[in-house]
Structure formats: C-alpha cells, structure tokens
C-alpha cells in the first residue's frame, strides 16, 4: 500500500509491505524544523516502490515549532532554533541543544526496531535538514544503531572526532543551499576522509534547501550499489586474512568514492 497505515507508534505515519509479509528493512524518515511526517509522504512513497519488503516510518518532530505557545504551529521541529539571548540559536549553543534530544531519539528508534523486529543494520534513516542533524549526530553517539543514514541538506553540529565502524553516510546537498551551505556537506566529507570513514557525497548544481527528485535517485542508487567498508573489509579478511583486511584498508574498496554531481 502506499497511503499510510495504523501506527504501532505514537505521532507516526507508517507504510507497510504490500504483500503482507514481515518486513526486511527498516527507513525512518526524519523531517526538517517547520515541518511534520507528512511532509516526507512522497519520499515514503518512492522508497516504498523501491522497497516493497520495507516498512518505512515517518515520525512527527518531538517538539512543537518555536512561539506555538498553547496553539501548536503547523510543523514541529526536534530541537529549538532560539539561542540562550532569545536570538537564533548559535554554532556554539547548537551541540548542546542536539545532544539534550539525541536520548529521546535513540529510545523512539529503539522501539520502532523492536516493534517491527529490524535489527539495526537493515535500518536507515533518511534526515532532511534539521532531520538530517539529529540522524549524523545520533549515529555519531550510537555507532551502529543503524546501517545507514542518508542525510539531505543537512550538516554536523559538530564535526566528527572519530570514525564510525559500523554505519556508512550519504550526504546530498544541493549546490545553492542558502539555509545549510553545501560547504557544511564538502566540510563533514573532508573530515571522514581524514579519518577513513565509511562516507559518499553528491551535490546538485542549481538546487537549494530542498530534496529534488535527482537527489532521491543518487540516494536510491547510493542505498542499493554502495557496498559498505566493514563489508569489504569482512570479505577480504575471510578471504585473505589479517593481510588482506589491512591491504583493504590502505589501497582497496575503503576508499570514498569521487563525489558526483547529478543533473537537477
């Protein structure tokens, strides 16, 4: 089915399996500040004719938008963008406030897990903007907690001080981002080379703060031909031994990828 479901989970939208069988994967779609679950219903879509196996959960922001008051705004957000002075939130005051709503976060996805019965390495989070923050820095603190996070439009709270072994990154961007620089993008990308971790990128010319069809098709083909490090790394332990694994990782597959720029 394409429209969503009954939810197991509170504030959820939900897209099951058509045929009715347990699901093999797990793709939790993580909205940007301002918006809510039903916002990512067309990317739910997509992944749903890709995935069909799939149950695909969307969940509404844990906290309603900055100055709702007693009448909620529209959209929600998963943390506030109004700094400590009452201004916009800072780059100094922002890894603080991401990681004060990482706990509530891990616990939800925790729960969807066991609902469903995914293990976390079938599990991937799709974040745009805002979603994507809370997704690189959740996997950041809980290496493992998923197999993948694709992340549009997004960028670090902080940049990474240690490489993840257990979870790979897709960043998408868009070239003329004006909310989230695709420099944020070309910045995190930079780092996880440095510390050689598991990481792709593409970036959109003549695309902003948004989530183009281009960048869905670079995020299906990312999802479906990457083969993560730790896999090949596996593989040519198996084959090789401890000589192969370390051949691996200085010449072999563990490199990252050449970034790309699809057509909008």
Known sequence: MTTPSPTRLPATLEWLPADGQPPALLLVLLHGWGASAQ???????????????AVIVAPDGFEPLDGAGTTPLAGRQWFSLTGEAGGRLSDEERPARVDAMLPRLADWLRAAQAAWGIEPQ???????????????????????????????????????????????????????DPVIPADHARAAMARLQQLQGDATIDIASGVGHAMPPALVQCALQRLTSHIPRRTWLAAMGAAGGEGAESAAGEDGPAAPPTPSTPSP
């Open 122 to 176: 079938a599990t991937a989070l799709f974040g745009f903007s805002q979603g994507a923050i809370v997704s690189l820095e959740l996997v950041q603190r809980h290496d493992g907690l998923c197999g993948r996070v694709l992340a549009f439009s997004g960028r670090y709270a902080r940049l990474p001080e240690a490489t993840l072994q257990h979870t790979t990154l897709h960043f998408f961007h868009g070239a003329d």
């Open 39 to 53: 916002d990512m219903a067309p990317l739910a879509r997509t992944l749903h004719q890709q995935f069909p196996r």
